[in-house]
Every structure is written in C-alpha cells, then in structure tokens.
C-alpha cells in the first residue's frame, strides 16, 4: 500500500511539472512573437548619410572653413585623460579682428553642441552658424547693417562637438547612446546638485559618473569657462522644440532683472523663429523631471555667466522609444533645412539682443546707410509665418501688403500737405512784402 501511495503522489507531481514547463514555453513563444510583431512596426531609423556627415568629415569640414578665413577664426584642440580614459576637444573662435588679442571689452558667446552623442542635428547646427560667420552663406531678411554692428564687438567661441567620443560609437551603431565613450552623461557629470537621483532615475540615461567632473570633457569644458568668463552660454540639444533657462534641478526660474530678461528673450526667439510652438522657462519645470548636476545650472549658478541657456531645437515625438535616431533628428531633406535655417537665424537673433541687453552695442552717429526701406523692415519684423504644418498664413501676406499701401499713402499725403503749407506760407509773405513796399 505504501509503495502504491508514493506512486501515485509522484505521477500526480509529474503532470504538474510538465503543465508548468509548458505554460514557460508558451510565454516565451508569445513573447518572442510579440518581440518580432513590435520590431516589424517600428523599424529602427539608420542613419541618413546624404544628410548627416560623420564626426570625422564634419570636423574636417570645419577645419577647411578656419583656414579660408585665417582673418576671423582659429581653432584650438584641447586633450585631457583620466584613469586611462582620454578625450579631446575642439574649440573654433571667431574674432573678426585677428590682430585684436583683448577680449575683455567684448561681448563674449560660448556654444556648445554634441553634448549627447545621438543627438546629431546640433552638431550640422554648428557647422551652419560658423559658415554664416564666415560669410560663406547667408540670412534671409537680415540687416546686415546691424548685424555687422553686433558681430564687430563680439568674441564667438563654438564647441562643434563636445563629445567625439560618444559620437563615434553612435555612428558604429549605438543609435541610442547618449552618454560619453566609458558610459557617463556629461549633462549630469556638474556639480550644482550632482548626484541626486529621481524616482525614474536610469543608470543607462543619466549615469553622473563617479563625481562632479570626473570626466574628462567635463573638466576641458570647465576650463574653458573659467578662461573665457563668457556673458552668454548656450548648451545645443535635441529632442524637443524648446528654449530653457535655468533651472534644471529645480521647477523655478531664478529671480530679479536678469531672470526677467533672460525671459523676455527667449519669448521674443519663440514668436520670432519658433512659431510661438517652442516651450519657454526652466527646464526643471517644463521638461516633465527634474535633472540635477546639468551645466547650465553651473554656469549660472556657479560660473556666473548672466545669460545662461539650454535649446532643444528637434524632437519627434511620434517617433518609436527605440528608434532614437528619429526621434532626435531630422530624417528627410525639408524638414533638415528648416530646423537648420530657422535656428542659426535665431541664433544670430540672440547675437544682437544679447549684445543690447548686456550693453555691447554703443550708439553710432546718423547715418543714411543705416535706413532700410520700409518694405525690408516689414518683412523683417513682420515676416511671413508658416504653421506647423507649413501652410502659408495667406491673411498675414493680405495684412502686409495693406498695411505697406496704408503707409505710403500716408507719406504721399503727409507730403502734399507741407507742400500746400509751404506754398501758403510764400503766398502770404509775397503779400505782405507788397503791401510794405507801398
């Protein structure tokens, strides 16, 4: 009896491994199905390469672009290494007077782009800025004038890519990363509130390295800063349409006048080049998380750098979570060229009101060069939009074209009149005098 009771307790055992051995296959079958399914929805995005240069052709390029204009821009290569891990950084300042070395009376810019690897728009961004500051392209519907005015008392330092590293193993495959070549985001490698992590904290995302600055693109970065004392700082990302000011740690803005100005400006390169579709404020408060140990709340915060900001200039946000490279870069030929065209023009906008704000532009005696028409100053300031979708806004074209008829009748009739009233006043003279001389 006993051996029939043991029997029977192990063949009822028996089927009950089997059924759950078999429910495990099942769930990986259905998993690997569900894998495949999700995987033939969303292909992963390559890399465009009639549109993207390699970090190597980039940088090449801008190299050519220093030495044709030798009059106006250098470049420097600076290299640092820790515990046997070594970067390198390249530094284009432009100076539009090579044989002034004093840049303390300057207003002094310093840019950087290619913080994160994927994120390649920022850096064909820098070449486009650098080719306009060498006069090799152009800005639609810009004075020159002022332009020139503001560029003449400027010292431009551009960061064409802070992090060649992790860029060369974006461009090997790893669409995704973001981080520097040992692993590390070097937007969270600063010391203002460094280390803290939120609930949603990843490793894989936001590694912060093993302290404030153990990096070496970090610490080339923060001497950099140190050396230059820039009055405007702007850190090129992508991901999103948005216009940042400190802070990032936290869901507030700083206060007082500077606070206000930093504002005004980033609202007026919204409505100006943005659409008014761009988010504006503090990065902590308008992202969705905070971020702790970024660098722009170092150079605010730290580095004292009055102007401090942050552009998100890209994002697809219909873009599948693993297709990284759409989702923070352009992927056709239209839609490259206007992110590029839309934001070197804001860039150069920011030029000329930072420059005002900071007080770098001295007013100049009258001159009748610095008169635009009318017809260029509407089309200046009251250009023509397009939404979001690139349909032309044919009301605002009928509004210019009244708005530019009003005003020349109003000068045709504003004429007339002191030429009646010329013509009025000889008349009486004549009068008078006759009426002396009898």
């Known amino acids: 009896m006993a051996f029939f009771r043991h029997c029977r307790r192990h063949f009822m055992i028996l089927p009950c491994l ?46 050519e672009l220093v030495n044709r204009h030798q009059d106006r821009f250098h470049i ?11 970067a390198e950084l390249d530094v284009v300042t432009y100076r539009p007077n090579r044989n002034e070395n004093e840049d303390n ?4 810019i310093l840019l950087s782009f290619g913080q994160h690897a994927r994120e390649l728009i920022t850096t064909e961004l820098a070449l486009k800025i650098l080719s306009i500051l060498s006069g090799e392209q152009s800005l639609p519907k810009r004075n020159p004038v002022l332009l020139n005015r503001t560029l003449e008392n400027t010292v431009i330092k551009v960061v064409p890519m802070e992090n ?29 509130d460094w280390g803290k ?72 390169l919204n409505h100006l080049h943005c659409g008014d579709r761009c988010v504006v404020g503090s990065g902590g408060g308008s992202v969705g998380y905070l971020a702790h140990g970024t660098t722009t709340d170092y150079m605010y915060d730290v580095a ?3 102007m401090a900001f942050t552009f998100e200039i890209y994002g697809d946000e219909k873009a599948d979570i693993n297709d990284c490279f759409k989702m923070f ?20 906008t920011m030029f000329e009101m930072g420059a005002h704000q900071m007080n770098f532009l001295h007013e100049t005696p009258f001159n009748v060069g610095n008169l635009i028409s009318i017809d260029d100053y509407l089309n200046g300031y009251l250009m023509e939009r397009k939404s979001r979708y690139g349909e032309k806004r044919e009301l605002l074209d009928l509004g210019l074209q009244e708005i530019r ?34």
């Open 18 to 63: 089997l059924l759950l051995i078999a429910c495990f296959s099942i769930t990986d079958c259905i998993s690997s199905v569900d894998y495949v399914s999700r995987k033939q929805q969303h292909p992963i995005t390559p890399i465009n390469r009639d549109l993207y240069h390699t970090s190597g052709t980039l940088m090449g390029e801008i190299e």
């Open 304 to 306: 004292r750098i009055p």
């Open 76 to 86: 420097e290569t600076y290299r640092s290494k820790n515990k046997g891990y070594q």
């Open 329 to 348: 870069n352009p992927v056709d030929h239209p839609t490259f060229n206007r992110v590029l065209n839309e934001w070197s023009a804001a860039f150069f």
């Open 105 to 108: 009376s300057k207003f002094r």
């Open 164 to 192: 060649l590293n992790g860029r060369k193993k974006v461009e090997s495959g790893e669409l995704c990363e973001r981080r520097n070549g040992r692993g590390v985001d070097l937007n969270r490698n600063w010391s203002v």
């Open 197 to 268: 992590k939120e609930k949603d904290f990843s490793p894989y995302e936001e590694n912060p390295g093993t302290g404030p600055f153990s990096e070496p693109e970090a610490q080339m970065m923060r001497k950099l800063t140190t050396s230059f004392e820039p009055h405007l700082w702007v850190n090129v990302h992508s991901g999103m349409e948005a216009l940042f000011m400190p802070y990032d740690h936290k869901n507030t803005t700083p206060t007082g006048v500077q606070s206000g100005k930093m504002k005004l400006m980033l609202e007026t």
């Open 405 to 438: 008829t009003y005003f020349r009748l109003f000068l045709l009739s504003t004429v007339l009149l002191l030429f009646m009233f010329c013509s009025r006043i000889t008349k009486s003279n004549r009068s008078l005098m006759s009426s002396i001389s009898l």
